[in-house]
């Protein structure tokens, strides 16, 4: 049997929770709700969602479309804000080794651009596996730039399943995580292909 390409119940669930206070507060009836929803999604507005589960990306996918249009007012910028938020919750909570890293990264203590450089990559490839911790599909694999010697990318490869405003919010996400870098607004993301997204720094750590 394929596995249905699913996101973590941690991240999925809050996504849930967000729509549910727009259908308290009324900001979305349950009609417009099921006319930018498919059929299958409403089950999950029904019952607790895990935070260790797995769950439909593109159920996801759909509920971030509708969270966008009526809390975030069609702006790309909400999600980024919701993958910063995410990747806040994530290293409060203490859920997940990698998230704690971030506190302690070798790139803190590294002095010269090429050790920076170097220390740099190793904080990214230990990072990435965060992908592995919270996708069940795709891979997410740090390379060096080809086009500067000095940077990296994060490479999305199998992607054809990943959602455009997951790409958003995993922007939001690893912006976040270079903040501690002190580095804001290190990442900006293209999709050259549509299973291939590609997150490139702006400029060196």
Not at 34 to 42: F, H, I, K, V
Not at 145 to 155: K, N, T
Not at 157 to 186: K, Q
Request: hydrophobic share 40%; with cysteine.
């Amino acid at each position: 049997m394929d596995t249905v390409p699913s996101i973590k119940g941690s991240i999925f669930g809050r996504s849930v929770e967000d729509l549910l206070k727009l259908v308290a507060n009324e900001e979305i009836s349950h009609a417009e709700l099921e006319r930018s929803l498919e059929p299958g999604d409403a089950v999950y507005l029904r019952k607790p969602i895990a935070p260790t589960g797995w769950y439909d990306v593109k159920a996801y996918g759909r509920i971030l479309c509708v969270l966008r249009e009526v809390a975030g007012n069609g702006s790309n910028q909400y999600l980024r804000a919701r993958g910063t938020a995410s990747a806040e919750a994530l290293l409060d909570a203490g859920l997940y080794q990698q998230m704690s890293y971030l506190n302690r990264t070798k790139l803190a203590a590294a002095r010269g651009a090429e050790e920076r450089y170097r220390a740099f990559g190793k904080d990214l490839a230990l990072l990435s596996s965060m992908h592995r911790v919270l996708l069940n599909f795709a891979t997410q694999t740090a390379k060096p730039c080809p086009d500067h010697a000095d940077r990296y990318i994060l490479e999305i490869t199998d992607a054809a399943d990943y959602p455009e405003p997951l790409c958003w919010t995993t922007d939001g996400f690893i912006n976040r995580m270079a903040l501690v870098h002190e580095s804001p607004d290190l990442w900006t993301w293209d999709r050259p292909r549509h299973d291939r997204v590609v997150y490139r720094m702006t400029r060196p750590a």
